[in-house]
């Protein structure tokens, strides 16, 4: 059976609630989510910052991607980028690519925004460079999901996407949650597939 890891960052909750969906479509598919976060990042000289979630899933480390067979990873958008907190996490992972751990595993992405056109095909895009560099399969969502035709939120064939508002409170709409649960789903596939033909 293959597992996930389902990797993200979330700042107010918006991110954190497509995480979950992509993590139901994850395990629709019969593979184990292994849903992580990252710790925030800060330039505030003197700012503390928490060692340890007080609340919700763990902390990820560079291990958790070595040792699961697929990655779907998830951020807020920043000026059309993915937040800090994940780039540094994925900063950290030079080991891996030297090692050539992650290579031929499948990837996913996903990402949420507080307006319709706050940059997220461009968070999508930049996201998957890093995860190229290591070898990885970057995995869509293909139009035979109908719902990417319907939606008028987010979601498109990048990855999947929320639209969360300007207050960061609109629920995931069903057109969001189910394209990020087949994003879910198809990954988790490809990883099974992959594992299988991995060499021992």
């Known amino acids: 059976m293959a597992e996930i890891l389902v990797l993200y960052y979330s700042r107010h909750g918006a991110t954190a609630r497509l995480a979950r969906a992509v993590a139901t479509g994850v395990e629709k598919s019969g593979a184990t989510a292994r849903v992580r976060t990252v710790p925030p990042v800060t330039t505030n000289a003197g700012e503390t910052l928490p060692a340890v979630p007080t609340q919700g899933p763990p902390y990820a480390s560079p291990r958790d991607l070595e040792e699961t067979d697929g ?58 460079l890093p995860l190229i560099h290591q070898g990885m399969v970057w995995v869509g969502v293909p139009y035979t999901v109908p719902e990417l035709g319907t939606t008028t939120g987010g979601g498109g064939p990048y990855g999947a996407s929320h639209v969360s508002g300007t207050d960061g409170g609109r629920g995931i709409t ?12 198809r990954v988790a596939r490809l990883a099974s597939r992959l594992a299988a033909d991995r060499p021992q």
């Open 71 to 128: 990655l779907v990873l998830g951020s807020p958008t920043r000026f059309g980028n993915m937040a800090a907190a994940l780039k540094h996490f994925l900063d950290g992972t030079s080991g891996l690519w030297t090692s050539g751990a992650l290579v031929d595993r499948p990837f996913g992405l996903f990402t949420s925004t507080s307006t319709m056109h706050g940059g997220q095909e461009t968070t999508l895009l930049t996201m998957a």
């Open 174 to 185: 069903r057109d969001e949650r189910r394209i990020a649960e087949a994003l879910g789903e």
